[in-house]
């Protein structure tokens, strides 16, 4: 489980992208390179990484369900994803 302050962290990076979106195409869009500088470093949609929503992990991460392997396999096992079933032949 990840650390509460590296969860927050992530979340706090996530409200700034979408805040600095819309100026951040019209930037990119007129050329303003010197102004996109100017913006703040945690602005910018390539410093996010996805992570588990319910643990925080930030390896294993599967983009369907929006969690990790290990909790998906936890949860799949006890049957609280609709639709998914154990592989049997």
Request: proline residues 4%.
């Amino acid at each position: 489980m990840a650390r509460e302050s590296i969860k927050a962290r992530e979340r706090k990076r996530e409200r700034l992208v979408a805040k600095y979106a819309k100026k951040r195409a019209e930037l990119k869009a007129a050329g303003d390179y010197e102004a996109l500088d100017k913006l703040p470093k945690n602005a910018s949609p390539v410093r996010l990484h996805n992570r588990c929503k319910l643990t925080g992990r930030p390896k294993g991460y599967m983009r369907k369900f929006g969690i990790n392997r290990v909790t998906f396999r936890e949860m799949a096992s006890a049957g609280k994803i609709p639709g998914v079933t154990k592989a049997s032949w």
